[in-house]
């Protein structure tokens, strides 16, 4: 297990740490829609922030989460929207509502088939380009 800290974004270079981490993940997500920026320009930044208060374990499965959903949609993209029905851990959540365990139904009540809006698998958000792309 590695042990991270959290990200801090009070300072100019703690932001760029962060943007700089959220432009790492952008280079490897495999959405359909997926376009320069999704992550780390406009108001996104400091919305994940926000949501994941610079934990970097929070702010994977926020992705990750997020990325499923919007496969699973056939959105093939990320938003603050989007991402509004993503929840993590005890956020966003009543206090009265017990957790729910991993792979169970999603604040819409769709549960996770794995299948886009046309019923095709896909294979994952996150990919490699292959060993051709490595080679090359």
């Known amino acids: 297990m590695v042990e991270l800290g959290t990200f801090g974004y009070s300072t ?14 952008e280079d490897h ?3 359909q829609k997926a376009f320069p920026g999704m992550l ?8 994940l ?4 208060k610079g934990v970097v374990g929070i702010l994977a499965r ?3 989460d997020g990325c499923q959903e919007a496969m699973d ?9 989007l991402l509004d029905g993503i929840v993590i851990g005890r956020e966003n ?3 009265e509502e017990p957790p729910q365990p991993r792979g169970t139904a999603k604040a819409s009540g769709r549960a996770q088939s794995g299948k886009g809006p046309a019923g095709k698998r896909r294979n994952t958000a ?4 292959g060993p051709e792309a490595a080679a090359g």
Not at 49 to 52: A, E, G, I, M, V
Request: charged share 40%.
């Open 12 to 25: 100019d270079q703690e932001m760029q740490d962060f943007l700089d981490h959220l432009q790492g993940i």
């Open 29 to 31: 997500l495999r959405l």
């Open 40 to 47: 780390t320009e406009g108001s996104m930044p400091g919305y």
């Open 49 to 52: 922030y926000r949501r994941c």
């Open 62 to 64: 926020l992705i990750a």
């Open 73 to 81: 949609s056939g959105r093939e993209l990320l938003d603050e929207n």
């Open 93 to 95: 959540r009543d206090e």
């Open 126 to 129: 996150f990919d490699d380009r």
